[in-house]
């Protein structure tokens, strides 16, 4: 058999071609790994459509999976808000349960309440163990109050509640629940004498420091400060007494003025420290009232609650005589 290929002749006597042809003849006449030639042929890419450009704005365009999620959680809600609607409808408006009386909507939120939360930690690490917590913290309370009573007993000894134009000389009358400012009442003879009366001249003092209550140096304790800053110049050469200028009156005046504004500036600072602590005594005395309250309620013995809580203050309990044997 004579097979021509390419301008090359194949003869009978090339057994070794002739087999590996007759071969291949074989193999593409009875369709052999025809699934690798398919796989070569290229193929038409399926691509899922897009979001037009118009709607691009409202992001990846939803598929069939998608809407299938969705769908599923709205029926899902639906279901809920029917359900919650047929048992709210077919609610027992005299329906009650014992814990309803330890628990509250709050915020819109069902919780617990403050009592039962802490019935709850009781019972979780014990009566015995909170009533050493509440012993720890009644202790030091109590502490913190002894120390700002100590704090403002020597603010008070250092501070003068005097009157003036400061707010902080006020005083507090505890039967009318006012302030009521300081007065101080100066006796004259006659209504002229009321006329021209001098409160800087009464005083011995200069008028910048007449309307003080407090700090309010006399003529004498001015000059002699000043003979102190000049120097050992307590006579003159003809052996009279050193007199101060003008000049040395005004910058003495100044210098009070400056020391002035120190003093108040630091007697306000201390007003306001004494005022805060004074509050905070108030809020510790309410709590050692609650902590000794909450004490006693958790010992024994027959109580009834004669008044409710109110301003703060904890409720009035009232516990049953009983006889000690």
């Known amino acids: 058999l004579d097979v021509e290929h390419r301008d090359r002749t194949v003869t009978s006597q090339d057994c070794h071609t002739l087999d590996h042809l007759n071969s291949f003849r074989a193999h593409y006449r009875f369709g052999v790994n025809m699934s690798s030639l398919r796989n070569a042929v290229k193929r038409i890419a399926h691509k899922e459509r897009s979001q037009p450009q118009a709607r691009q704005h409202l992001g990846i365009l939803e598929k069939k999976k998608d809407y299938r999620v969705r769908a599923r959680d709205f029926h899902n809600k639906e279901d809920r808000i029917k359900s919650m609607k047929t048992k709210a409808s077919q609610r027992n408006p005299d329906e009650f349960y014992f814990g309803m009386r330890k628990a509250e909507v709050r915020d819109g939120h069902h919780r617990k309440t403050r009592e039962a939360q802490q019935e709850d930690l009781d019972h979780i690490i014990g009566p015995e163990a909170v009533r050493i917590m509440k012993d720890q913290d009644l202790t030091y309370v109590r502490m913190l109050k002894q120390k700002d009573s100590k704090k403002i007993e020597r603010l008070q ?14 005083e507090y009358d505890e039967s009318s629940r006012k302030k009521k400012k300081r007065k101080h009442t100066i006796f004259v003879q006659t209504k002229k004498d009321v006329e ?11 008028p910048e420091m007449a309307d003080r209550a ?8 001015l000059r002699d400060a000043a003979m102190s800053g000049l120097g050992d110049k307590d006579d003159d050469e003809d052996g009279n007494d050193y007199k101060l200028t003008e000049k040395q009156l005004e910058l003495q005046a100044k210098a009070a003025r400056r020391t002035a504004k120190k003093v108040a500036k630091a007697r306000s600072s201390a007003y306001g420290e004494m005022e805060a602590r004074t509050k905070r005594l108030e809020v510790m005395a309410r709590a050692e009232e609650r902590l000794v309250l909450e004490k006693n309620l958790a010992g024994k013995g027959r109580k009834r609650k004669v008044k409710g809580g109110e301003d703060g203050k904890p409720a009035v309990y009232k516990w049953r005589r009983k006889r000690l044997r």
């Open 157 to 170: 000894s250092s501070l003068h509640f005097l009157g003036g134009e400061d707010e902080n000389s006020n």
């Open 196 to 206: 021209t009366f001098d409160v800087a001249e009464h005083f011995d003092t200069v």
């Open 214 to 221: 407090f700090n309010r140096p006399r003529l004498s304790t």
